[in-house]
């Protein structure tokens, strides 16, 4: 009985593994293509019933699969069943997926009434926790498939003195006042701090209700005018196209438009045009989506929460939600900084991290030094005040920030060029640490900030690492060292969802989770 069943099994599998592909093919369809900006609804949820058929299928016929297993089998059929069970393993994540996704995106498209979202333009020249102040938004409106821009504006026109965060957002936030400084939109390294925060806000502002969060930096700004081509705005005299997106956005806007309400009024109308060239004909095929706007997600530039658990769900498994959530007994590195100088210096900033861990297995703890280089590649002169003026009175092209961290470590010591400092900054975020001290980086100069930490840790299982990305103009370079008080060095493993294992340091452009075990 066991052999006839593998036999069927081995016979199916062809088909099985046909159809999974045949799945991922049709959500890449003309179903979720759309024209015109509306995306066919009933396209859409025809094709519910062969995804979820194709994953009910899959993940029956893995069970069958285990359950036919035996020493009896005869050597080839044994071979056919470890194929055909290697073969539905590595597709069933994507029909999963893609099942989801098919359950999912109808709603997100309003087929149960109206959403509105609010869509936050970040400027990671001008850091804040999230990447950067929200210095545009727009509104966009979803009704029965049909995507709509209804508003726009930039951060002052959210402006409202009345509203106060209560006592359930981290004090971090709260202190930020983002309710009379709207650009503060993303002063948190959480997402979800973030959408909740800005629904609050935003309905205090405008008298509207939104039904979730999307934030996009100017990288991702640029990957969308990837997918449109060139952007003309009626009255200018040039062109926005995906080769100059990026050093237009980041830097060129400033030199062109030095005015600041000619530049907000020129990047209102440019967030129209792309729209519409976005929403004209035929929408991007969902490959091509992927393609150009993946390995932005990534990175971290694009994010979106809702406030419906279903989605958000899907939005993590996307890597989209941007939630602040580390794997308990983890250590953590999380580095960022806030611009304080009022201008866009952080188009000029590096930084460079080193983490040396002492680990002491018999007492379960950890010592560590948090080593922070900050080193400012600009000028004194030659670029707009915008760029180089700094409002707490330091010289032209001085930049000048918060950092911090986040540890569940304590912090024994903070110091700044070797002299040792107060810790300017202390408070948590969620069961994290925050600390951290004010920094002034002087054009063409850099600046070393040293954290000392320790504390308990559980290293049973080897030492954990989050590390937490902030997706700045230039990402962190970081290096790891691990040894532990016998003096053992402790390894890297390669994970395929960590920042792979390598000599030196790395570039950081993503939260990840590193595993270091000892050295046998």
Do not use: C
């Not at 900054?425 to 640490?433: A, H, I, R, T, Y």
């Amino acid at each position: 009985q066991h052999q006839r069943a593998a036999v069927d099994l081995s016979a199916a599998g062809g088909e099985l593994t046909s159809l999974a592909g045949d799945v991922t093919s049709l959500v890449d369809s003309d179903a979720l293509r759309g024209e015109d900006g509306r995306i066919d609804l009933d396209q859409l949820e025809a094709l519910e019933e062969p995804t979820q058929r194709a994953r009910d299928n899959i993940e029956q016929t893995l069970e069958v699969a285990a359950s036919v297993r035996s020493p009896w089998l005869v050597g080839l059929l044994q071979d056919r069943i470890a194929d055909l069970e290697e073969r539905l393993t590595d597709v069933q994540p994507s029909t999963d997926l893609a099942a989801d996704v098919v359950e999912v995106l109808p709603g997100l498209l309003g087929a149960d009434g109206p959403r509105n979202y609010l869509l936050l333009l970040l400027t990671p020249s001008e850091a804040r926790e999230l990447g950067g102040i929200s210095g545009s938004w727009a509104e966009i409106g979803v009704d029965d498939g049909q995507i709509a821009l209804t508003d726009r504006g930039r951060s002052d026109d959210l402006v409202d003195w009345t509203v106060r965060l209560d006592e359930s957002y981290p004090a971090s936030y709260r202190e930020s006042l983002p309710g009379p400084n709207p650009q503060n939109y993303a002063s948190t390294p959480d997402m979800a701090v973030a959408t909740r925060g800005t629904e609050e806000l935003y309905r205090a502002a405008r008298d509207k209700e939104i039904d979730g969060v999307i934030t996009l930096d100017t990288d991702a700004l640029a990957g969308v005018i990837q997918l449109t081509g060139p952007i003309t705005v009626p009255g200018y005299p040039f062109q926005v196209t995906p080769d100059n997106a990026r050093q237009f956005l980041l830097y060129d806007q400033y030199d062109v438009f030095p005015d600041r309400d000619e530049r907000a009024d020129y990047l209102n109308a440019l967030i129209d045009e792309t729209f519409r060239e976005l929403t004209t004909g035929a929408l991007p095929r969902p490959q091509a989506v992927l393609t150009t706007l993946g390995p932005l997600v990534e990175q971290d530039r694009i994010r979106m929460l809702t406030f419906d658990d279903d989605e958000n769900e899907l939005f993590t498994r996307l890597g989209l939600d941007g939630r602040l959530e580390v794997a308990e007994g983890s250590d953590v590195v999380g580095v960022f900084h806030s611009n304080t100088g009022q201008n866009k210096l952080d188009a000029y900033l590096e930084r460079t991290v080193d983490y040396d861990v002492e680990l002491d297995w018999e007492s379960q703890t950890v010592s560590s030094t948090l080593t922070v280089d900050l080193t400012s590649t600009a000028s004194s002169a030659g670029k707009p005040g915008i760029v180089l003026a700094n409002r707490e009175g330091y010289p032209s092209g001085t930049n000048s920030a918060n950092l911090f961290v986040l540890t569940p470590l304590e912090v024994d010591a903070v110091r700044v060029n070797g002299q040792e400092q107060p810790t300017w900054v202390v408070q948590d975020e969620g069961d994290l640490n925050r600390r951290g001290v004010p920094v002034v980086i002087p054009a063409g100069r850099s600046v070393t900030v040293e954290f000392l930490l320790s504390g308990p840790l559980d290293l049973e299982e080897g030492y954990r690492l989050a590390v937490l990305h902030q997706p700045l103009v230039v990402d962190d370079q970081l290096s790891v060292a691990v040894v532990d008080t016998d003096g053992v060095t402790w390894t890297e493993q390669a994970d395929e969802d960590a920042i792979a294992a390598e000599a030196g340091p790395r570039t950081v452009t993503r939260t990840s989770d590193l595993l270091f075990l000892a050295n046998e």
